[in-house]
C-alpha cells in the first residue's frame, strides 16, 4: 500500500514540476520575443478559457514570368502568370520599384476563367525595371521580375 502511495506522490510532484516549468517557459519566452502572452477570459462556468483566435485570412498567390529578361526601349514585354485565391474577372496591376516603394502603373488585365492572365508592357526609359503584379485590391503580389531595357 505505501508503494502505491510512493508511486502517487511521484507522480504528483512530476505533473506539478512540469507545470510549472511550463509555465516559466511560457514567461521566458514572452519575455525573448517582447509580445505578451494571450490573457484567460472568464466564461458563464467560471473557468478560465483562451479567447479564439481570429478567422484564418483567405490564402493566395500571384506567379508571374516575362517572355523577355532584356529589351530594347519601345519593346513590349508579356508578362504572364497563375493566380491562387482570386476570383476570375478581378482586376491585376503591374507595379514597378521606384524609389525604393513600389508605385502601380496603368497597365492592368483580368484574371481568365482558367486563372491565368496576360499583362503587356511597353519599357519607355532605359535602365532596370524590377516589375511585379499584384491583385487591384492590394491584398496579393507575386514575386518581383528584373526586365533590362537598354
Not at 8 to 37: E, F, Q
Not at 46 to 67: D, F, L, R, Y
Not at 124 to 138: D, L, M, P
Amino acid at each position: 500500500m505505501s508503494f502505491t502511495r510512493s508511486r502517487r506522490a511521484r507522480a504528483l510532484a512530476a505533473g506539478a514540476l512540469s507545470a510549472a516549468m511550463l509555465s516559466t517557459g511560457t514567461a521566458g519566452a514572452v519575455a525573448a520575443t517582447g509580445t505578451p502572452a494571450p490573457k484567460p477570459s472568464m466564461t458563464r462556468t467560471g473557468m478560465p478559457s483562451m479567447k479564439p483566435s481570429p478567422k484564418p485570412t483567405a490564402m493566395g498567390s500571384i506567379t508571374v514570368s516575362a517572355n523577355r529578361k532584356s529589351v530594347k526601349v519601345g519593346n513590349t514585354v508579356a508578362f504572364t502568370g497563375r493566380v491562387k485565391g482570386i476570383k476570375a474577372g478581378s482586376t491585376l496591376v503591374l507595379q514597378h520599384l521606384h524609389n525604393g516603394k513600389w508605385t502601380t502603373l496603368r497597365t492592368t488585365a483580368a484574371v481568365n476563367k482558367n486563372g491565368t492572365y496576360t499583362i503587356k508592357r511597353t519599357f519607355t526609359n532605359k535602365g532596370t525595371e524590377q516589375v511585379r503584379v499584384a491583385a487591384k485590391s492590394g491584398t496579393f503580389h507575386s514575386s518581383p521580375v528584373t526586365v533590362q531595357v537598354s
